[in-house]
């Protein structure tokens, strides 16, 4: 596993906040599409919100998607 990866569990819910727009999605893998989705101006200011977790613009880049027990 590249140590600069951050493993997340994918079925969590998550909201992507960027400028005044917030948008609630089922899991992260549809915020990150989301994300992906947007302009890149806008993507530097987006966030993903999981639980108590933010994560900016860099560390999106750098969300991987597994199952807790398959990321140890």
Request: glycine share 2%; charged share 25%.
């Amino acid at each position: 596993m590249n140590d600069d990866w951050i493993c997340i569990e994918p079925r969590q819910e998550a909201v992507l906040s960027y400028d005044d727009v917030s948008v609630s999605c089922h899991n992260v893998p549809e915020a990150w599409l989301a994300w992906a989705q947007l302009h890149a101006d806008e993507k530097t200011r987006a966030t993903i919100t999981v639980g108590d977790d933010v994560y900016d613009a860099y560390a999106i880049k750098r969300l991987r998607y597994a199952p807790m027990a398959d990321a140890a």
